[in-house]
């Protein structure tokens, strides 16, 4: 037999739709929020009880509702912001349909108290489904209105029975009010719950969007912070916003996205950024991003303002087909225009004899080819470093070298599978499979101290005590760091995390290598004697072995030797950073005789570990700045950085996001507490 089809009850149509916007506190504090800002407000104020569930009061300051409306401010499709259906087209505001209010009233007891500007006192009513339930009494009030919602879902068993955590309501209230009060620099917002005395979330009506950032999710987010903006006038499109460099990172993505000035979400674009940020970042951690888009053309725009889901997707947002509109596009010189071939990165250094200056010039950063064009060439050299302070390096025009791959234990492709991501990794990498060095790889991952790498990531850098030592705070503690040890085991596992995968110090003159091996000899450390031989004879044997081992060189380590024996390249390992040059001529004497050329694990090993000594900060290639030589200050410029600024901006900061600390680090002396605060609390209380 067939069912009897029935018109539902007018108050269960109201309670079914109700349940459909307001699914839990979060949802109503949320619209209510929306119509504060369509009110005009300058100062939002949000308190809760148990998570919401017992007790929601929003109160701005507002242009307030008249109180001849207030008679009907809870019904359905009841609105002052829209009056027939063409004015959809240049609606502004957040509600438009007037069902905010009407929704939660039918499952909570709602208390509306407001004052408009013109009005002598307030007035206050009480609704139930929909309806008041006594005319507006007057009462004393500030102008705004205040919304009182009490008992949500009190008529809704089952609802209320799956929102029984007050604490991860409370979590979702917060994350809410947070973004808007990010999104709205403008405006004053605060949020606690019932009888606290301080505020979860409090931001100031003249502060800016990073000084919101910076108070609601700290000084660690807004330091590593980068503006970003791009408008499109054919597209009718524009954005802004602040992401954060690969400098931070978090173990779940951050990501406040808003499309016309409304709270949504899209699964699609978070992919997408996460995919190019997977380069930048270590493996498992995520970026810190907050994106504002504003679409005026309804052609390209797709956004669900009101209903069920606040969600976007990504085909529906702007037009996908075109090339300048990747992501990728964030990460390039903003003079410089996409490239469809493999990009040579330099950066060019002073090097030659020991009392040269040195520092970093010009880099370059371009697109790499599409895959089909890496399946049959091998890159020369690729762009390390990550995203700098500023979100793009120099461009400085560089020809682009393509030969075919030699190498079966290289591939050419994406690398989605790569265990650690350092500092001079990029979208497109070759990826090495080459046994030995996946070896040296798990040999550093297994002799990893958690405790320690859980410092390093989280620690204030006080100041250098010498090139070789520096202070630093970890919680109540202060530590003595060895400098020198920490860069040198950084650069090693930089150089085997990213083995192949370097940009270019591209020296400004090249460095004879009979030079530089003549001037090694010269130097006690060298440890020559006369049974040893001529140090002609050293010098030469020295360069004509080093120009056996151009290719691997070259290839591995981006370690480049020209047809004459000059040295007219080196690796070069994270942004912003050059090796002291002083120490360039025991580093090739050591290349050619400490180096285990025989064995490929060993022979890796070892050149990876005299690389690393030759780059690390080391006291004896370190002047004081107090005495700088005249020579000195003739060579440098003011884009060379004192050492103090190096070791605190560059390697500490390398330190925080690269460095897997051995676990002899914690035993050996090279990382020793100094102090604990409670431990001194102690010594005071004797005293």
């Given at each position: 037999?067939?069912?009897?089809?029935?018109?539902?009850?007018?108050?269960?149509?109201?309670?079914?739709?109700?349940?459909?916007?307001?699914?839990?506190?979060?949802?109503?504090?949320?619209?209510?929020?929306?119509?504060?800002?369509?009110?005009?407000?300058?100062?939002?104020?949000?308190?809760?009880?148990?998570?919401?569930?017992?007790?929601?009061?929003?109160?701005?300051?507002?242009?307030?509702?008249?109180?001849?409306?207030l008679d009907i401010v809870c019904e359905r499709f009841t609105t002052s912001k829209l009056q027939k259906f063409e004015d959809l087209a240049s609606i502004s505001t957040y509600g438009f349909r007037g069902e905010a209010l009407a929704s939660i009233s039918h499952v909570a007891h709602v208390t509306v108290t407001t004052k408009t500007a013109d009005a002598k006192c307030a007035f206050r009513a009480t609704y139930s489904d929909g309806k008041i339930k006594a005319p507006p009494k007057p009462c004393a009030g500030n102008q705004g209105?205040?919304?009182t919602v009490e008992d949500l879902f009190y008529n809704v068993n089952t609802r209320r029975?799956?929102?029984?955590?007050?604490?991860?309501?409370?979590?979702?209230?917060?994350?809410?009010?947070?973004?808007?009060?990010i999104h709205n620099s403008g405006i004053s917002f605060s949020l606690k719950k019932q009888g606290d005395t301080v505020s979860?979330?409090?931001?100031?009506?003249?502060?800016?969007?990073?000084?919101?950032?910076?108070?609601?999710?700290?000084?660690?987010?807004?330091?590593?912070?980068?503006?970003?903006?791009?408008?499109?006038?054919?597209?009718?499109?524009?954005?802004?916003?602040?992401?954060?460099?690969?400098?931070?990172?978090v173990k779940k993505c951050i990501f406040l996205l808003f499309i016309n000035h409304r709270l949504v979400e899209s699964a699609a674009l978070r992919k997408a950024i996460e995919t190019v940020y997977a380069a930048y970042l270590p493996k498992s951690t995520h970026p810190f991003l907050y994106l504002s888009e504003v679409v005026k053309s309804a052609a390209n725009s797709s956004v669900v303002t009101k209903g069920t889901s606040d969600k976007v997707y990504?085909?529906?947002?702007?037009?996908?087909?075109?090339?300048?509109?990747?992501l990728d596009a964030f990460l390039q010189p903003v003079n410089n225009p996409p490239n469809t071939g493999p990009a040579e990165v330099t950066t060019e250094v002073n090097a030659g004899p020991p009392e040269?200056?040195?520092?970093?010039?010009?880099?370059?950063?371009?697109?790499?080819?599409?895959?089909?064009?890496?399946?049959?060439?091998?890159?020369?050299?690729?762009?390390?470093?990550?995203?700098?302070?500023?979100?793009?390096?120099?461009?400085?025009s560089v020809p682009s070298r393509k030969r075919p791959r030699e190498e079966t234990d290289v591939e050419m492709e994406k690398d989605d599978t790569r265990k650690e991501m350092t500092a001079a990794c990029t979208p497109r990498r070759r990826i090495i499979n080459l046994t030995s060095v996946l070896t040296l790889q798990e040999e550093i991952s297994n002799q990893g101290h958690a405790k320690l790498q859980e410092m390093l990531r989280d620690h204030s850098f006080v100041g250098c005590v010498s090139p070789q030592w520096a202070l630093a705070q970890y919680q109540t503690k202060l530590y003595l760091l060895n400098t020198t040890k920490l860069s040198q085991e950084l650069f090693y596992q930089i150089l085997i995390y990213d083995f192949a995968n370097f940009g270019v110090l591209r020296l400004s003159e090249p460095a004879p290598l009979y030079e530089l091996s003549m001037l090694a000899l010269e130097d006690p450390e060298s440890g020559w004697t006369e049974e040893d031989g001529p140090k002609e004879g050293l010098a030469e044997y020295i360069v004509e072995f080093l120009k056996q081992k151009t290719e691997m060189l070259k290839d591995y380590f981006s370690l480049e030797i020209d047809e004459e024996g000059n040295l007219i390249g080196l690796p070069l390992l994270i942004d912003n950073y050059v090796p002291p040059m002083e120490g360039l001529p025991m580093f090739i004497l050591?290349?050619?005789?400490?180096?285990?050329?025989?064995?490929?694990?060993?022979?890796?090993?070892?050149?990876?570990?005299?690389?690393?000594?030759?780059?690390?900060?080391?006291?004896?290639y370190v002047i004081d700045e107090a005495n700088p030589t005249n020579s000195q200050n003739e060579d440098s410029d003011s884009s060379s950085k004192p050492w103090r600024w190096t070791v605190e901006h560059v390697l500490y900061k390398a330190f925080r996001t690269h460095l897997l600390p051995p676990e002899h680090f914690a035993e050996d002396g090279n990382i020793l507490q100094l102090a604990n605060l409670p431990d001194l609390y102690k010594v005071f209380e004797r005293c």
């Open positions: 037999m067939a069912g009897v089809i029935r018109r539902l009850d007018e108050a269960v149509v109201n309670r079914i739709a109700a349940g459909e916007v307001i699914q839990r506190p979060a949802n109503a504090i949320k619209e209510m929020i929306e119509n504060c800002l369509d009110a005009k407000s300058t100062s939002i104020q949000v308190i809760v009880k148990e998570g919401g569930l017992k007790l929601i009061q929003v109160q701005d300051n507002g242009c307030g509702i008249r109180k001849e409306d209105t205040q919304i029975k799956a929102l029984k955590n007050p604490n991860e309501e409370y979590a979702k209230i917060l994350e809410v009010v947070s973004r808007y009060a979860d979330v409090r931001t100031l009506s003249n502060a800016s969007t990073v000084d919101n950032i910076r108070s609601i999710f700290g000084n660690a987010v807004s330091r590593e912070l980068i503006e970003v903006g791009c408008e499109d006038a054919n597209l009718a499109f524009k954005m802004k916003g602040y992401i954060t460099n690969a400098n931070y990172s990504a085909h529906q947002m702007v037009r996908t087909d075109s090339r300048e509109q990747k040269a200056a040195s520092r970093p010039q010009d880099a370059e950063m371009e697109e790499v080819s599409d895959l089909f064009e890496m399946a049959d060439v091998q890159e020369d050299v690729r762009k390390p470093g990550g995203l700098s302070e500023s979100g793009h390096l120099s461009p400085e050591r290349l050619a005789t400490e180096v285990n050329w025989d064995e490929e694990k060993e022979c890796f090993e070892s050149l990876s570990k005299e690389l690393s000594m030759f780059y690390s900060i080391r006291k004896q």
